[in-house]
């Protein structure tokens, strides 16, 4: 099996695993107590947010808000800003975001805030000062993610954040980094944004785990509502061993990111030039000079991306069309739509996505076997 | 050899699948996503459901087989939706199974075998074939109950010598026992009702809500054309239809006829339904051409008897159908299936009864 599809999620690091370890053992309590078993739990989450308040670059460790994944850490960015202190206040974000996203922005609309969708071009990048220019005196949060979880393609947040200040500076500016972690330098100063979320899965970390950074002084009304964790801004026992994990993750995935951009860049770039070599009509779909280096999301013109992912997966290569419905069905994706590709076009798009434990061989096999699959397809 | 077993999420097919491994075949599953719900979701209620996709998932997990579900939306909604809510506004009866199986599974589905790496296409259809030195032969189910050869008579020698129906052998309760004995999930699952897209609200609210122009008021009429009532469309009809039809006179009254024209819904006595024969359009042969003799017999629903007939030629693949007897509700759309014996000669859809009582 040569596993492509690392951007949907990816293998389990072993220093996370082996962090985790303990938490999943002896070392069973709830942070929120007052005895001994409690402080070892708590101790550890908040060891374990430290770190990550230093590796995103955060002022306080306590601007770290540990959520049950990247989707809810972007619920709680964007619904918790649109909706602070019982406003209603608007949302600019761009048309190709993830739907955690786009559908709490609807989410919030349905409640009456203000929505406004920011379109991209051909590649998929926004223009910053399009992005500025939609926000109104209504708008609570700017919403554009560092790079795109399908076509890998990487959204200028810095520009557009320092644009939306110039207009409006107590607008909080929320970047979606669940994608870009692993391989782009993510930080508070790089993205100049309020709020990043990030998913543990996709760094190598466990599942059902993530977090969000809230740069101090941002107001957030919650979205999970409890017993008050996280200074009330994220109820709910904490998933210690998860947490754990992720940050450890986290530390091996900065400490590797040199090492795995060349190294799956490498992977990638021999992928691409050995199936075009093979296949010269295929296209790839972000801009070469700026996409995440494991992405590689292409055109195979007259394919069918549907029968493509299929026969690869009988021939033991698993890549996606970075986008499927509840059933499973490849469906058109709203990425693509908003690049303007047509539903022809768009079903004809395949990602493949590399991960930490791609080897730069990996990718001539991996060209090897596409281009059988589609000899056989021919 | 590799199978691409066409999985529906219900027993017949979760059976077909395991007794095409049993066979010592490669197994492919798919599920057709063939209609969407509101907001583009797939629908929670009735057929072709998320739960329908699990149930088949479930099945091809416990079996061990790759499991996909393919995007058939558009071709559904172009041959089998938009059809049949344009054959209802038209006044006929049509059976959109009939189409299903013409125009999605056993032409672009099948079609799709090959390039999906498969051999053959398998479906959970109760019906039977036979191979003889004149070709493929398609017949009646050994379970007569369960029966399906009426709404796959459109298939050819092409499709029939790329498809197998291997629960066409069993009777149901054979199936529902296999099933079980196999530990799958669907084996008490109830059977799908027909027209798997309209959920639970039925079809007239269906057509009513998706197709407004098939529901504009009309005259309800006698057979001698005298005003008797009044109607919210001719969707809410059908030819042989005895309730609901708002009008209080003497006697049982039947839809007779509906004439979308000038949106009137004609109804009459048990007499007025019959008909001696009818007309029929666009028939196929499973042969590739007709019978050499005129004796035959038609079935003209699904799930009712065949009748003895006499067929003769009018030109193209036109047909004029003489039943021995007068036959009642002889409904313009729905397919007329011509049998010898338990053998599918061939079929088309009705165009007009003729001969009227």
């Given at each position: 099996m040569l596993y492509l599809d690392h951007a949907a999620t990816t293998v389990l690091r072993p220093e996370a695993r082996e962090a985790m370890v303990p938490y999943l053992g002896e070392k069973y309590g709830n942070p929120s107590g007052l005895h001994e078993v409690s402080r070892r739990a708590k101790h550890a989450i908040e060891t374990a947010r430290e770190q990550a308040a230093e590796l995103i670059g955060a002022a306080r460790p306590l601007e770290i808000v540990f959520t049950g994944g990247g989707t809810e850490a972007d619920n709680l960015a964007v619904a918790g800003a649109a909706l602070a202190g019982g406003g209603r206040g608007g949302v600019v974000t761009t048309a190709v975001e993830h739907e955690a996203v786009l559908e709490t922005a609807r989410f919030v609309s349905r409640l009456g805030c203000p929505v406004s969708i920011v379109g991209v071009d051909r590649s998929g990048r926004i223009d910053p000062d399009e992005v500025a220019a939609a926000?109104?005196?209504?708008?609570a949060v700017v919403s554009v993610m560092t790079a795109n979880n399908e076509t890998g393609t990487l959204l200028d947040v810095g520009d557009a954040a320092r644009a939306v200040r110039a207009a409006r500076p107590d607008v909080a500016v929320h970047t979606d980094a669940v994608q870009a972690f692993i391989s782009e330098d993510v930080t508070v100063t790089s993205t100049g944004a309020d709020l990043i979320a990030l998913a543990s899965h996709k760094l190598g970390g466990p599942k059902g785990v993530g977090m969000l950074y809230v740069r101090s002084g941002v107001e957030l009304e919650p979205v999970v509502h409890g017993g008050g964790q996280e200074l009330g801004r994220r109820s709910g026992t904490h998933n210690v061993a998860g947490i754990v994990g992720m940050v450890a993750a986290m530390e091996r995935c900065v400490a590797d990111r040199d090492r795995f951009r060349s190294r799956i860049g490498a992977a990638r770039d021999r992928f691409e030039a050995a199936l075009r070599q093979g296949r010269p009509d295929v296209v790839v779909n972000a801009p070469p000079d700026g996409r995440l280096v494991q992405h590689s999301h292409l055109r195979f013109p007259g394919v069918s991306a549907e029968t493509l992912l299929i026969r690869l997966d009988q021939s033991g290569v698993a890549a996606s069309a970075g986008s499927a419905c509840q059933s499973g069905a490849v469906t058109t994706s709203h990425v693509l739509e908003a690049m303007g590709f047509g539903g022809t076009e768009a079903a004809e798009c395949v990602r493949f996505s590399f991960g930490w434990v791609t080897v730069p061989d990996d990718g001539d096999h991996a060209a090897k076997q596409v281009l059988a699959v589609l000899e056989e397809l021919a | 050899m590799r199978a691409l077993v066409a999985m529906s999420g219900g027993v017949d097919s979760s059976v077909a699948a395991a007794l095409m491994l049993e066979a010592g075949h490669e197994v492919v599953g798919v599920t057709l996503k063939q209609w969407v719900g509101p907001g583009g979701a797939m629908p929670v209620a009735g057929c072709c459901t998320v739960a329908d996709a699990e149930d088949a998932r479930m099945v091809a997990g416990r079996l061990g087989i790759p499991y996909y579900v393919l995007d058939y939306v558009d071709e559904f909604r172009a041959a089998v939706v938009d059809a049949f809510a344009s054959e209802y506004a038209a006044g006929r009866t049509p059976n959109p199974c009939v189409e299903c199986n013409r125009r999605v599974r056993f032409r672009a589905l099948l079609a799709r075998t090959d390039e999906l790496g498969c051999d053959v296409l398998v479906t959970g259809h109760h019906v039977r074939v036979r191979r003889d030195e004149a070709g493929y032969h398609l017949l009646r189910a050994r379970d007569r109950e369960k029966d399906q050869s009426y709404v796959l008579h459109m298939l050819g020698q092409r499709e029939l010598a790329a498809t197998e129906f291997p629960v066409g052998e069993m009777t149901k309760t054979a199936v529902r026992e296999r099933a079980a004995a196999l530990g799958l999930r669907t084996a008490a699952k109830p059977d799908s009702q027909d027209l798997c897209f309209v959920g639970a609200a039925g079809y007239r609210d269906f057509l009513r809500n998706g197709y407004p122009a098939a529901a504009e008021p009309g005259p309800i009429v006698d057979t001698t054309g005298a005003v008797v009532g009044s109607h919210r469309g001719t969707i809410d009809f059908t030819i042989g239809q005895r309730r609901g039809l708002g009008v209080a006179l003497g006697g049982r009254r039947y839809v007779v006829a509906i004439r979308p024209g000038s949106r009137t819904v004609v109804i009459g006595s048990e007499d007025d339904l019959l008909a001696s024969g009818c007309e029929v359009e666009g028939a196929t042969f499973v042969a590739g051409r007709p019978p050499a003799y005129a004796k035959v017999s038609v079935q003209l629903r699904y799930r009712s008897r065949s009748v003895p007939a006499t067929m003769e030629p009018l030109g193209g693949d036109r047909w004029n159908v003489r039943f021995s007897e007068p036959q009642a509700a002889v409904a313009p759309g729905q397919a007329a299936v011509f049998y010898d014996g338990v053998e599918v000669l061939g079929g088309g859809t009705i165009g007009r009864a003729t001969g009227r009582g």
């Open positions: 926000v109104s005196p209504e708008t | -």
